[in-house]
Nanobody
Framework: QVQLVESGGGSVEAGGSLRLSCAAS????????MGWFRQAPGKEREGVAS????????YYADSVKGRFTISQESAKKTVYLQMNSLKPEDTAMYSC????????????????????WGQGTQVTVSS
């Protein structure tokens, strides 16, 4: 069982930066797909970035490539999402998700593969 706690959301002007954190409570941090998803009002939830903790394979949505960076700090069992050059369309509730997987490679945004979800943290970008 993995429990996740996100932090780091807030309000920022367009062009600004924020860093989200997702701390995992789990007996092992290996072999985890850790993903960041977001949901804006009236829209479906979408995958933003993911990382496979054994090997550090990363995967990004096209809309955030070059602006967002996902990383991990295994000693702290924490995943970060550094968000730069934020745009108003990045405004959403951001949630961290985790799921164990035993094969190497990138983690796609199939929500069924993520068994644990955090409570979410709000990101608001004003123009």
């Amino acid at each position: 069982q993995v429990q996740l706690v996100e932090s780091g959301g807030g309000s920022v002007e367009a062009g600004g930066s924020l860093r989200l954190s997702c701390a995992a409570s789990t007996y092992t941090f290996s072999n985890l797909c850790m993903g960041w998803f977001r949901q804006a009002p009236g829209k479906e939830r979408e995958g933003v970035a993911s990382i496979y903790t054994r090997g550090g394979y990363t995967y990004y949505a096209d809309s955030v490539k070059g602006r967002f960076t996902i990383s991990q700090e295994s000693a702290k069992k924490t995943v970060y999402l550094q968000m730069n050059s934020l745009k108003p369309e990045d405004t959403a509730m951001y949630s961290c998700a985790a799921g164990f997987r035993w094969s190497f490679g990138v983690c796609l945004f199939r929500e069924s593969e993520y068994g644990a979800w955090g409570q979410g943290t709000q990101v608001t970008v004003s123009s």
